[in-house]
Every structure is written in structure tokens, then in C-alpha cells.
């Protein structure tokens, strides 16, 4: 099904919107937020020959430091694919293959259940089901890219208005510059400005549940495995890095995160050790401790008069699935790869015809990820007796049968459905 609505999302359907001619412009593209999949976009977008102009309100220096804090990105196969499309992956360090995946259900300090779902690299043709990259290096990577290409950026400045209309969109900037596009693209985040003034509302919950992120040293060597431990508070999320060291994604309670986040270093530990075993030996912090609230938040639309919205700007998701970065990789991917089209058939970029066809190749897949995060967390967040029988059963079932397992391998590889040419390591 999800291919089916993808392939129609990129028809098309015999309407033509013809590039306006003499119209002066000072950008083809401006991008609203030079973060991951700001940067990405450009990148791409630079490479297929359009003039595309980078804002972010923070200082390049600033995104680019290169100290470690202990963030770090699961990416999927198809994300690598992007960005070795884009000549960035050959340029990062310390890149951690994830070979396998453990998941199991328990209670902290009593160890995981016996039935487990286990996940090998070796049942796929592809190699590891999936990287892990620090934020140290994946950014500064990204912005170094950007500073050898075509690429206008302008940082220390943000998008403070916009004024679309049928040729274009005029951009005022915080400095109150003003730049005329053809398009408007907001990789703005989840509290997106420019969404909030195009009018879009967003749909979701809270829940109550906040993730603890930091990174962990180890004494045992973790041989590429992940680990997701389902507990009753939420999972903990303990993925490998490099050197004996390991990112871990806590969730607890909203006020038992609390609490937790403003214990000494030590105390922290004590209250994580019970939860993460002894299986890799004692432990120790090995980067900075953040905590942030979850939620679901979609946007009700992807896209707008001259505006297109992407990653978190137009969809949050619970990170059971660590799978956050990897979807806005994938609007990227799509987003550009129906820009270029349009570009190479004549056709003005801005048109609602032509975004339509983004929005409605993303927003299933989206959904789709939506539910199934919102369910399993629903399902695993809690101690119910019944319920933990039949999930237990369930993973224990699931791991039995071999071409379910590989199915579901493949899908958090992000290798299912109808892939964008970039997401398939192919240039645009």
C-alpha cells in the first residue's frame, strides 16, 4: 500500500506549471534551519543545480564545535545512502556498525525475560542493519560540505516573516533583509515558526515520559550490538559507539526523569546500573546528560502556499524506534528528488502541484511510523501482567520465524517501500 500511494504521490498527471520567465530572484530555494536535515537538503539540492541559500539563527562556529556531549544518531541504511550520495560519508570518523540487535522485556534489576527478539546482520544482503554516528562528527561533516559548495549561507540570522504569493516568497530576515525565492523550505523544528504562520496546526499528545541521553564507557567490548530493554517506565536504549563506549536513550517517567537529571554524576549512575545489568562490565559517564520531554506532534500538512516543510518541522515521533533522524533523511531524499524533477521538466518548483506530490509521498510513510511508535510504546510502557505475557510471546514468536524477522530487519533498515533515488545511493 505504501508504495502504491508513493507512486501516485509522484505522478504527473499531465499538469504543467511553467517557470515564470524574467522574474528576478535573489535565491531559488531559502532554508529555514541549518541543523541535520537543513544542511542535507542544501547539500542536495546545490548538487542538482539550484541556487540555495542556508539560514540558521545559531553561528556556523557554534553548530561546529567538535566536543563531545554524547549525542549520537542511529542511521539506517537508506540514510547512509543519502549521505554517501551526497560524497558525505566518506568523510566521517568513528562510524560504529550495528551488527545486531537484541530486544527484550523486563523490570529493572531483574535482569531481561527469556524470550527474546533477536536481530543479525547476516540476514540481510546489505551488511549492518545501521550505523551509529556522533553528533561531533556528522555535523561538522555536513557544514564542512556545505562551505565547499555553491551553497549561501547566512548564519546568526533566522526567518522572521514571509510573504508568499503566485510567482514566489519574499523572506525577511531577523537583520530585516529580505530575499526573494522561489521556495520557502522549513527545517525549523517541531515548534516551526514558519508552519505556525502558514496556519498549519499539528496533531498529537504528550506523553508522560521524558528520555535521559548520554554516553556510557564500558570495561567489556559490545560487538556492534544494540540493545533495547523494554521496561515499565519505558525503554532503555543502550546503542554501541566506538572504543568500548555506548549511547544510551533512558526513558522514564516525566517526574522520575526529573529527578533523576538533577542527581550528582554518581548517584545517576546508581540509579541507571540496576537497569542496564552487568553484561558489559561497570560503567561509567563518558559524556554530557540531557533529558527532553516526548511526544507525538504531526504536522496536519507538509506543505503550504510556496513552503515545504521537512524533518521535525513537519513530524516528532516517540524515539522507541530511534527512528527521528532517519525519517527526516527520507523527506529530504523525497523532497529533492520531486524538486529536481520538476526542475528538469520545466515546471515552477513553487507550484502547489508540484509540493503536493511531496507531501503526499511522505505523509503516509509518516503516519505509518507515527502509529507504530505511539502502539509499541503504549504496549511495552507498563507493567500490566496480561500484557506482558502476550508481548513476551510475541517477541519470543517473532524471533522463530525467519521471514518475518528479516521483513522487519529490512523495514528499520529503511530499505521497504518506494525509496527516493537518493535513499537508494543514487544520485539525483
Not at 541556487?51 to 549525542?71: E, M, N, W, Y
Not at 521524558?210 to 560487538?223: D, F, K, Q, Y
Not at 518541522?313 to 525519517?327: D, E, T
Request: with cysteine.
Amino acid at each position: 500500500m505504501a508504495a502504491t500511494v508513493a507512486a501516485v504521490g509522484r505522478m504527473d498527471n499531465g499538469l504543467r506549471t511553467p517557470i515564470l520567465k524574467g522574474m528576478k530572484f535573489d535565491t531559488d530555494i531559502v532554508i529555514a534551519g541549518g541543523g541535520l536535515n537543513g544542511t542535507t537538503l542544501a547539500l542536495a539540492l546545490s548538487s542538482a543545480g539550484f541556487q540555495v541559500t542556508l539560514v540558521d539563527p545559531i553561528k556556523q562556529s557554534k553548530r561546529k564545535g567538535a566536543k563531545f556531549d554524547g549525542r549520537s544518531y542511529a542511521l539506517a541504511i537508506a540514510s547512509k545512502h543519502v549521505l554517501s550520495a551526497l560524497g558525505v560519508w566518506s568523510s566521517l570518523n568513528d562510524v560504529q556498525p550495528i551488527l545486531e540487535i537484541k530486544v527484550t522485556d523486563g523490570r529493572a534489576g531483574e535482569g531481561p525475560s527469556p524470550l527474546m527478539l533477536a536481530f543479525d546482520h547476516a540476514e540481510i544482503e546489505e551488511g549492518p542493519m545501521g550505523f551509529m554516528v556522533e553528533d561531533r562528527h556528522l555535523r561538522p561533516a555536513l557544514l564542512d560540505a556545505v562551505a565547499k559548495s555553491d551553497i549561501t549561507e547566512i548564519s546568526g540570522e533566522s526567518v522572521e516573516n514571509e510573504d508568499p504569493d503566485t510567482a514566489g516568497v519574499t523572506v525577511t530576515l531577523s537583520s530585516g533583509k529580505s530575499l526573494r525565492a522561489r521556495l520557502l523550505i522549513a527545517c525549523d523544528g517541531k515548534k516551526s515558526a514558519i508552519a505556525h504562520r502558514a496556519g498549519i496546526k499539528r496533531i498529537g499528545w504528550q506523553y508522560d515520559q521524558s528520555a535521559l541521553v548520554t554516553a556510557i564507557s564500558h570495561e567489556r567490548p559490545h560487538n556492534g550490538t544494540a540493545h533495547q530493554f523494554f521496561m515499565p517506565s519505558g525503554p532503555l536504549a543502550i546503542l554501541p559507539l566506538t572504543k568500548n563506549r555506548a549511547s544510551i536513550v533512558w526513558t522514564e517517567t516525566r517526574a522520575r526523569a526529573q529527578t533523576i537529571q538533577a542527581m550528582d554524576d554518581e548517584a545517576y549512575l546508581e540509579e541507571l546500573r540496576p537497569r542496564f545489568g552487568d553484561f558489559l562490565g561497570d560503567i561509567s559517564l563518558a559524556g554530557a546528560r540531557f533529558t527532553y520531554p516526548l511526544e507525538l506532534s504531526i504536522a496536519s500538512r507538509f506543505v503550504a502556499q510556496r513552503t515545504a516543510l521537512v524533518g521535525d518541522a513537519a513530524h516528532a515521533v516517540h524515539p522507541i524506534a530511534g527512528q527521528g533522524l532517519n525519517a527526516g533523511l527520507k523527506d529530504v531524499a523525497a523532497l529533492a528528488e520531486v524538486l529536481v524533477d520538476a526542475k528538469r521538466r520545466g515546471e515552477d518548483i513553487g507550484r502547489a502541484d508540484v509540493l503536493a506530490r511531496y507531501q503526499q509521498w511522505r505523509r503516509f510513510d509518516t503516519a505509518s511510523l507515527a502509529l507504530a511508535t505511539d502502539t509499541f510504546n503504549k504496549l511495552f510502557s507498563n507493567d500490566n501482567t496480561a500484557l506482558r505475557l502476550i508481548r513476551d510471546i510475541g517477541l519470543g514468536v517473532t524471533n522463530a520465524l525467519p521471514g518475518l524477522r528479516r521483513g522487519l530487519i529490512r523495514e528499520a533498515a529503511g530499505l521497504t517501500g518506494d525509496l527516493p533515488r537518493l535513499a537508494r545511493g543514487q544520485a539525483l
